[in-house]
């Protein structure tokens, strides 16, 4: 499967984005969907991800209450709402896809990628 993810941008504190990531190849709806972020510096990190029917879902504690991942599979998309961000969510965020048993918080476990998208967060 190819994933194409779009939607980053320089915005202000406390402001919101839209992250996208748009599915190509092979049915969307046999992957989870996975986002991560990686700062200069750093590793990647698990951000949020959403189950293959989208009945579940799980965030890393920094974006929870703030972060929200969606899917729409008629679409083959599946995005991440961004809301009241924080300088320290500045990074390039990545999409990734899973087709095996569920281990979300771990990177090793997606076989497919987007190439990134990054989010520019101005204090």
């Known amino acids: 499967v190819q994933l194409q993810a779009s939607g980053g941008g320089l915005v202000q504190a406390g402001g919101s984005l839209r992250l996208s990531c748009a599915a190509s190849?092979?049915?969307?709806?046999?992957?989870?969907m996975g986002w991560f972020c990686q700062a200069p510096g750093k590793e990647r990190e698990f951000v949020a991800a959403?189950?293959?029917?989208?009945?579940?879902?799980i965030y890393a504690d920094s974006v929870k209450g703030r972060f929200t991942i969606s899917r729409d599979n008629a679409k083959n998309t599946v995005y991440l709402q961004m809301n009241s961000l924080k300088p320290e969510d500045t990074a390039v965020y990545y999409c990734?896809?899973?087709?095996?048993?569920?281990?979300?918080?771990?990177?090793?476990?997606?076989?497919?990628w987007g190439q990134g998208t990054l989010v520019t967060v101005s204090s």
């Open positions: 990734a896809a899973d087709s095996g048993d569920w281990s979300p918080k771990s990177r090793y476990e997606y076989e497919y």
């Open positions: 190849g092979r049915t969307f709806s046999r992957y989870a």
């Open positions: 959403i189950s293959r029917t989208g009945v579940s879902t």
